[in-house]
């Protein structure tokens, strides 16, 4: 099989976190959204076990009580954030978009919470770092499934302060963790671009750390 580099090229690097861009107004298809999920679960995984979960929350109510976990988690940062950063500046624009979402979260058409069967152990951290290795690949290709798709998305993890209400509202039972929370819509538009990013050459060591 041969791949379409420059198409592949193109979905890897403008798959971006999207928050103001996500349509608010049109329906997410079920069929769509598990398309992408069966996707997702073809990541590589720790040992194989395959032990992701994926609760995909389209109930008004249900996405109410979300961001409300979500507001709760992350308001105070968010805001103030917004508040002390640089007029015009790149991070003042991603706080604005972050702001953004924490105001219409509950707007989102579609939330999906991935879980893992299994309780994380902080105690190791090469069991910390399998556990998360497990987890996010597959989410990281759920969300290209969906740029694919025309869907947007952006990983956030703020909800996870309040991660036992979260776990109480969807009847999470013992013994699995919520890893983050994807908003999923359709979006406004799907002329991404490529961020802005060092050179790899500054980034990359061969052999030894600085070499």
Same mark, same amino acid.
């Given at each position: 099989?041969?791949?379409?580099?420059?198409?592949t090229d193109a #979905?890897?690097? *403008?798959?971006?976190?999207? =928050? $103001?861009? @996500?349509?608010?107004?049109?329906?997410?298809?079920? %069929?769509?959204? &598990?398309?992408?999920?069966?996707?997702?679960?073809?990541?590589?995984?720790?040992?194989?076990?395959?032990?992701?979960?994926? #609760?995909?929350? *389209?109930?008004?109510?249900? =996405? $109410?009580? @979300?961001?409300e976990c979500y507001?709760?988690?992350? %308001?105070?940062? &968010?805001?103030?954030?917004?508040?002390?950063?640089?007029?015009?500046?790149?991070?003042?624009?991603?706080?604005?978009?972050?702001?953004?979402?924490?105001?219409?979260?509950?707007?989102?058409?579609?939330?999906?919470?991935?879980?893992?069967?299994? %309780?994380?152990?902080?105690?190791?951290?090469?069991?910390?770092?399998?556990?998360?290795?497990?987890?996010?690949?597959?989410?990281?290709?759920?969300?290209?499934?969906?740029?694919?798709?025309?869907?947007?998305?952006?990983?956030?993890?703020?909800?996870?302060?309040?991660?036992?209400?979260?776990?109480?509202?969807?009847?999470?039972?013992?013994?699995?963790?919520?890893?983050?929370?994807?908003?999923?819509?359709?979006?406004?538009?799907?002329?991404?671009?490529?961020?802005?990013?060092?050179?790899?050459?500054?980034?990359?060591?061969?052999?030894?750390?600085?070499?």
């Open positions: 099989m041969e791949f379409d580099l420059q198409q #979905l890897l690097s *403008t798959t971006r976190s999207v =928050r $103001k861009r @996500l349509d608010l107004q049109r329906p997410v298809e079920r %069929e769509v959204i &598990l398309e992408c999920l069966q996707l997702a679960t073809q990541a590589p995984t720790g040992s194989n076990r395959q032990g992701w979960r994926w #609760l995909v929350v *389209t109930d008004p109510d249900q =996405r $109410k009580g @979300l961001a507001r709760r988690g992350g %308001e105070a940062y &968010l805001r103030g954030a917004l508040e002390s950063a640089e007029a015009g500046s790149q991070d003042m624009r991603v706080l604005e978009s972050a702001n953004y979402l924490l105001d219409h979260l509950h707007e989102v058409p579609v939330h999906v919470i991935p879980c893992m069967s299994t %309780e994380l152990n902080r105690e190791s951290i090469a069991y910390e770092a399998g556990f998360w290795g497990s987890i996010f690949p597959a989410v990281w290709s759920f969300q290209l499934a969906l740029r694919s798709r025309g869907l947007g998305s952006v990983l956030t993890t703020l909800h996870l302060v309040c991660a036992d209400e979260a776990a109480k509202l969807l009847e999470i039972p013992a013994g699995f963790t919520q890893a983050a929370l994807l908003p999923v819509a359709y979006t406004q538009g799907t002329d991404f671009q490529a961020a802005k990013r060092p050179p790899v050459s500054e980034l990359t060591y061969w052999d030894r750390w600085g070499s």
